[in-house]
T-cell receptor, first 112, second 113 residues
Framework: GDSVTQMEGPVTLSEEAFLTINCTYT??????LFWYVQYPGEGLQLLLK?????DKGSNKGFEATYRKETTSFHLEKGSVQVSDSAVYFC???????????FGTGTSLTVIP | KAGVTQTPRYLIKTRGQQVTLSCSPI?????VSWYQQTPGQGLQFLFE???????NKGNFPGRFSGRQFSNSRSEMNVSTLELGDSALYLC????????????FGPGTRLTVL
């Protein structure tokens, strides 16, 4: 079945460092891919999404490109800030639209 | 526009009891989904309701049930609570299901003693 595999955490970075969180997926057809972020004590917020191959989603300095050839959707940010400290979830929606799968989440801590 | 609201935010119950959680979606959204979040299993899909009908279901036992009202508000019920049901229960709403962006509420933290 469909699934998402996400880089294990936790990840600790210094402010202004480069961030990559790996995400790969298994799915039939052409799923839509998402990154959600969960700040402490809050629900999940959509960070960015891509609905077809080679699409790049971007928001708040974060980017991810839908790579069908490598079945990946890695999250990147060139210069992280302390306020980016949160848990990041990769997710996919199957092309039949009847299921939504999350990765296990990657906790990011950015230190000044 | 008001976001997704969930009530109550915190609940403490004992084994064997039942519990009902409530979710009010964003105005105009017809799809409501429920998820269980635990440290060990991560986020797991429970079910999705659309126009008062359960449209999709995850792999949870029948003790977990839900319903949706004509105003799109949704409730989730867990009967005969077990210790392992302790979790954060998240509700998400969207215009038309998983193809659309899902907007999450803050969750209800359920503790089963």
């Amino acid at each position: 079945g469909d699934s998402v595999t996400q880089m294990e955490g936790p990840v600790t970075l210094s402010e202004e460092a480069f961030l990559t969180i790996n995400c790969t997926y298994t799915a039939t057809g052409y799923p839509s891919l998402f990154w959600y972020v969960q700040y402490p004590g809050e629900g999940l917020q959509l960070l960015l999404k891509a609905t077809k191959a080679d699409d790049k989603g971007s928001n708040k300095g974060f980017e991810a490109t839908y790579r069908k050839e490598t079945t990946s959707f890695h999250l990147e940010k060139g210069s992280v800030q302390v306020s980016d400290s949160a848990v990041y979830f990769c997710a996919l929606s199957g092309n039949t639209g009847n299921q939504f799968y999350f990765g296990t989440g990657t906790s990011l801590t950015v230190i000044p | 526009k008001a976001g997704v609201t969930q009530t109550p935010r915190y609940l403490i119950k004992t084994r064997g009891q039942q519990v009902t959680l409530s979710c009010s979606p964003i105005s105009g959204h017809r799809s409501v989904s429920w998820y269980q979040q635990t440290p060990g299993q991560g986020l797991q899909f429970l079910f999705e309701y659309f126009s008062e009908t359960q449209r999709n279901k995850g792999n949870f036992p029948g003790r977990f049930s839900g319903r949706q009202f004509s105003n799109s508000r949704s409730e989730m019920n867990v009967s005969t609570l077990e210790l392992g049901d302790s979790a954060l229960y998240l509700c998400a709403s969207s215009l038309d299901g998983f193809i659309d962006t899902q907007y999450f509420g803050p969750g209800t933290r359920l503790t089963v003693l």
